[in-house]
């Protein structure tokens, strides 16, 4: 099931619904053959996740510093289309599309009523004023083996006088490793997250939060996660993480 999924969600990406970069993916992929009932459930329920209607937070808004504009800049000049010709085609990263929703209601659902998920948001972007919490965009190279991630750190996130909440930092943290784990093998959940906070973060600074795939055994992906000062110059927070390959139906089905 789980090779399934994989195919299922590469040819959703593949389909042209998932904007990434400045333009739709126009590219004409290999049909998607759905062997069975299940698979074309998941389909089906996948159609309803994203619109193109739907906000794209990864996006540049007025809130996002000088620093968060030179590092997104940089990592969208190395995007395949801008890197064309380049040897290295290793370095070439892709800006992944973020939205505020996962999925906008499960048939059948048990834990959640429809009127529950209806308004259900995702926690890292459900603030309605931009600049005030989580502003981040993530960037994963061609080969999937690294995920980076540009934070800027909102004043709604303070834990410690004028620096990060170590709640928050977490949250970004499974957030981009998670993201990471999924691309490699979606979908997954997160089985164990081990952090250790080295210098707290100021409030409205940028850091980078770099994702590296340590190992694959099974069903279990692991990945080590630093979180830096955009210079690299200072470590602020490092952790491994542990995710499980999961049967999607299970969440679609509550």
């Known amino acids: 099931m789980a090779r399934n999924v994989g195919r299922i969600f590469s040819g959703f990406r593949c389909s042209g619904s998932l904007p990434f970069g400045k333009t739709q993916l126009k ?19 996948l159609s309803s996740i994203f619109s193109h209607k739907s906000r794209d937070f990864s996006l540049p808004n007025s809130s996002w510093g000088e620093e968060m504009m030179r590092l997104y800049n940089h ?5 395949g289309e801008a890197a064309e010709g380049q040897e290295d085609q290793g370095e070439q ?7 505020n929703r996962s999925l906008k209601y499960a048939t059948g659902g048990v834990y959640l009523s429809k009127i529950i998920q209806s308004k259900a948001r995702l926690f890292t972007r459900n603030i309605r004023d931009t600049g005030a919490a989580f502003e981040y965009v993530l960037f994963f190279r061609r ?8 934070f800027q750190a909102g004043h709604l996130l303070e834990g410690p006088p004028g620096h990060v909440h170590g709640g928050a930092i977490a949250t970004m943290i499974d957030t981009v490793t998670g993201t990471h784990a999924s691309l490699l093998s979606a979908p997954v959940m997160t089985a164990n ?3 250790n906070y080295r210098s707290p973060i100021p409030l409205g600074s940028t850091v980078l939060i770099e994702s590296t795939m340590d190992k694959e055994e099974g069903k279990k992906t692991f990945l080590s996660c630093r979180v830096t000062s955009t210079d ?13 390959s999961i ?8």
């Open 143 to 150: 080969d999937k083996q690294r995920c980076v991630c540009i």
């Open 27 to 45: 590219t004409r992929c290999p049909r998607l053959l759905l062997r069975t009932t299940p698979e074309r459930t998941v389909v089906q329920a």
């Open 247 to 254: 049967n999607v139906s299970h969440l679609l089905r509550g």
């Open 193 to 195: 997250l081990n952090i």
């Open 93 to 99: 990263w892709t800006r992944l599309p973020s939205y």
């Open 232 to 244: 690299g110059s200072k470590l602020h927070t490092e952790a491994a993480a542990l995710f499980v």
């Open 75 to 79: 990592y969208s000049s190395q995007s």
